[in-house]
């Protein structure tokens, strides 16, 4: 199958891919940190510039313009290729206009799947993910007591999973509800977990919310059972890995500043953690 490139031909596939080019580079530019910003992690209100409150709008439309721009470089690449075959076969004008559909139908379909597509699954998985989770979710009135928590959760990832433990990690996105707990020499800190929970307040900021409890028995001490600490965590709405790991001492789990937002359910203070 012969393919005529005529000097038209070059400078059309040449424009046609700097325009490719330029869209790609424009979807990358969306996922930098000054077109994607963090989420402000605890409360909804923050003084913090670098972070932002709910949906990225602006960063939603610049993605969007480079998915534009990348589609049409994507076509007229493709389109200018088809020309320089159908220039090649001039005697058989059927074939070289379905070779155009073709290539040029898979093009559009490829393109739509990379940049919208894709996406389009992923989020549907999630969604799909996170109601099931929400279907489990424990709600617990005032302060729970260990004793009240039913299963085991497998939220919490101990290091090592037996005896004194080096390290701990929450996994946000499991937030399975149950119970847990980590063991160091001076005492336990147990967890647990309610589970993920998404509410019509949290729908424009495109996250669900992990909620936990927490308490403390010191070696020697006579423990009630309380979990007074209730800390909430904003994921985001993706599938991704999304864990916090914290370091364990003989004197504790260090939780060090929670990025999440914790409150002593007696006091109405953050907890001593």
């Not at 012969?2 to 969306?30: C, E, M, N, P, Y």
């Amino acid at each position: 199958m012969k393919i005529t490139f005529t000097h038209k031909d070059k400078i059309r596939i040449i424009i046609s891919i700097v325009v490719l080019i330029v869209g790609l580079l424009i979807i990358g530019a969306a996922f930098t940190p000054p077109f994607n910003p963090p989420q402000c992690e605890g409360s909804l209100t923050t003084d913090n510039s670098n972070c932002i409150i709910g949906a990225n709008i602006g960063g939603g439309l610049v993605w969007l313009l480079g998915v534009a721009i990348a589609i049409a470089g994507g076509i007229a690449v493709a389109t200018s290729l088809v020309f320089a075959l159908a220039n090649g076969n001039t005697q058989k004008p059927g074939k070289a206009l379905l070779i155009t559909v073709l290539v040029v139908g898979s093009v559009v379909l490829a393109c739509w799947y990379t940049f919208i597509g894709a996406s389009s699954i992923q989020k549907s998985k999630y969604q799909t993910e996170i109601q099931k989770r929400q279907a489990n979710f424990v709600e617990y009135k005032g302060i729970p007591n260990i004793d009240s928590v039913t299963g085991q959760s497998g939220a919490l990832l101990v290091k090592p999973a037996s005896g004194n433990a080096s390290s701990v990690a929450i996994d946000l996105h499991s937030c399975s509800p149950g119970a847990a707990k980590v063991s160091y020499a001076s005492g336990t800190t147990h967890f647990a977990f309610s589970g993920v929970r998404k509410d019509k307040s949290l729908e424009s900021f495109n996250a669900s919310e992990c909620i936990l409890y927490i308490g403390k028995k010191t070696a020697g001490q006579n423990w009630d059972g309380s979990l007074p600490a209730k800390c909430t965590w904003r994921i985001p709405d993706t599938l991704s890995d999304n864990q916090l790991e914290f370091p364990v001492t003989d004197a504790g789990v260090q939780f060090g500043d929670f990025p999440g937002q914790c409150q002593d359910l007696r006091t109405g203070v953050a907890p001593d953690l």
